[in-house]
């Protein structure tokens, strides 16, 4: 860029997306942010664990508790002589912003700041509280990010009220969509043993691809659930299947199989589970299982929802839709201190890709998006 933009958000956006932060790295992100939100008063808490940079901030101190929650790492580049410009020089083209993390999440994070602003610069005495949680963990293993921040504001006992996490939700049009939930993913590494031997002996052999076939066409048969209101029914899908020496004439000793449910609220996790080990008993086959989990959550229309609706039908003119598609996000964490967590922010067609981008149109009015929401539940 040869000259700053006028717009501050752009301006902001801009100087973040030139710190290569990639995961779990900050490179300076939320430094900037903070010296942004200190002079408005806000009670800074930088949290860090392990390699990873954290900060939750709060104004105010009474409630209701607004928290706007991002972060600030980056996924991978991908080959750089793919990308039309270089990936941590934002550049503007036709009237778009290209950088990597442009929509997934630095936009969100300079519109957080410049929403809230001009929100205490027109209402210094405003109701209730805003805060931000920010991480530099959610692109990697997000083990010592939000889910690290959200256990320390638990054992305190601060619960948040609302909470609007900045993820690139909008599907055609800016404002088309909302995540008011997320599936759960419950992910299961199961190792099926058996006997190892020379092929053409097969008296001698205990063959478990062969034995674990009959109880993985049961699980694929197995409706787990119909869903709900908000929910896609329950899938089950393997992912991956290894078994083998390599050589053709022997039958392995065990077969790995990775599995993943996504499933919804009319399912639980020990449910699911339960089932998962009945169908393998069923077959009687010797194993050993371990999981891995990630909760659903969902926030049905109430306050926060109708305020952000509101505000995008305001700022966008577009009427938004409420959506659990897609993958997991942090909201699955903050929701374990805070009832009403929603998902919104630039289109997520480019997210993760080369020559990652975001409408320079779009910046505004994401910005005006969470003011306006401020003033819907804070004024």
Aim: glycine share 8%.
């Amino acid at each position: 860029m040869s000259k700053t933009p006028e717009n501050k958000t752009l301006a902001l956006a801009i100087d973040l997306l030139k710190r290569q932060s990639n995961t779990p790295l900050d490179a300076g992100c939320q430094a900037l942010m903070i010296s942004r939100l200190e002079p408005l008063g806000f009670k800074i808490e930088c949290m860090r664990f392990g390699n990873v940079d954290n900060f939750y901030a709060r104004r105010g101190t009474t409630g209701p508790l607004l928290v706007f929650a991002g972060h600030t790492d980056v996924v991978p580049t991908g080959p750089l002589d793919k990308w039309h410009t270089p990936p941590f020089e934002p550049t503007i083209k036709d009237g778009m912003l290209y950088a990597r993390g442009a929509a997934d999440m630095k936009t969100s994070l300079a519109a957080f700041i410049t929403g809230i602003e001009e929100f205490v610069a027109q209402n210094p005495n405003h109701t209730g509280s805003i805060g931000l949680l920010i991480t530099s963990d959610e692109e990697g293993v997000a083990v010592d990010g939000t889910i690290k921040v959200v256990a320390a504001l638990k054992a305190r006992g601060e619960l948040i009220d609302y909470c609007i996490v900045g993820e690139p939700t909008s599907n055609k049009v800016v404002g088309d969509m909302i995540k008011n939930g997320r599936r759960g993913s419950l992910s299961g590494k199961l190792i099926v043993k058996g006997v190892q031997g020379h092929i053409a002996y097969p008296h001698l052999v205990k063959n478990p691809i062969h034995m674990v076939a009959p109880a993985i066409k049961d699980m694929v048969e197995t409706v787990w659930d119909n869903g709900n209101e908000y929910f896609p029914p329950t899938s089950w899908q393997i992912s991956n299947m290894n078994g083998g020496t390599g050589a053709t004439n022997v039958v392995p000793g065990e077969v790995e199989i990775l599995f993943n449910f996504r499933f919804c609220t009319a399912s639980t996790e020990q449910n699911l589970k339960e089932r998962v080990y009945a169908i393998l008993d069923k077959h009687a086959l010797e194993y050993t299982l371990d999981w891995e989990y990630s909760p659903p959550y969902i926030t049905p229309r109430g306050n926060l929802v109708e305020a952000i609706s509101s505000a995008i039908e305001q700022a966008y003119g577009v009427t938004p839709e409420l959506s659990t598609t897609g993958g997991t996000s942090d909201g699955r964490f903050i929701a374990d201190i805070c009832k009403q967590v929603i998902e919104f922010g630039p289109l997520n067609a480019t997210i993760h890709k080369l020559n990652e981008c975001v409408g320079v149109a779009d910046i505004e009015p994401l910005k005006e998006t969470y003011k306006l929401t401020m003033e819907k539940l804070l004024k």
